[in-house]
Every structure is written in structure tokens, then in C-alpha cells.
């Protein structure tokens, strides 16, 4: 568990997820989903190198983590989520990023009101 929030490891979990979750595909990132039959959220977040140098991506999955961290007790428990950043993730503040997160997770039906 790392800031509060329970993290996603093992490369055999975001492999499940690519294959058999759904996607919400948005221009600031890409959020997939699925059940995980538990009564919490786990979240991994990836940035590949088309994101940039190393601090781009480094930024891209620190906006991300920080706008899932405080939106958290909004979104509906039991899911396993990935959030992957896009190439303008870095360059936009995490308010944007936050607000786009909710509004997507919102028309999928995965918050709590």
C-alpha cells in the first residue's frame, strides 16, 4: 500500500486487465477497469517511454496517482483500475486531469453519486 492507496504489481494482473477488462479512453489517459471481488480499489499506473524522458513520465504517473488519491472516496469499491498516461498527461495540471477522471468514471457508472 503506498500513499493510502493499494497498488497493483504483478505483471500477471495488468495483463488480466488489458485482456479482459473494459476501457475508458479519454486524451489525457486511458483507464482500464474490472470487478476484482473485494471491498477495495487497487489501482496501477503506467507511463510508457512515448510519454517522454524520465521525468515526464515520472510527472504523468504522479498526476495521475494524486487524482486518483483524492478522488478515491468517490469512486465505487471492489475494482481494479489502471490508469495509463497519454503524452499531454505531463503537461496538464492535476485539476484537469482529475475532473476528467471523475467525468469518465462517472458516465461508466463506477461513482458512489
Known sequence: MRHGVETICKD????RLYRSGKSI???????YYRRNGLDRNRIGI???KTIG????????????????RLSQNQIA????????ARTRTSCVSMNVIQQELLAALKKEGLLLC
Not at 500477471?12 to 495483463?15: G, K, N, P, Y
Open 12 to 15: 500477471r494482473m495488468f495483463r
Open 25 to 31: 479512453v479519454k486524451p489525457l489517459f486511458v483507464v
Open 46 to 48: 503506467t507511463a510508457s
Open 53 to 68: 524522458i524520465a521525468v515526464q513520465r515520472n510527472r504523468a504517473r504522479r498526476v495521475l496517482r494524486e487524482a486518483y
Open 77 to 84: 469499491k471492489g475494482y481494479d483500475l489502471i490508469l495509463v
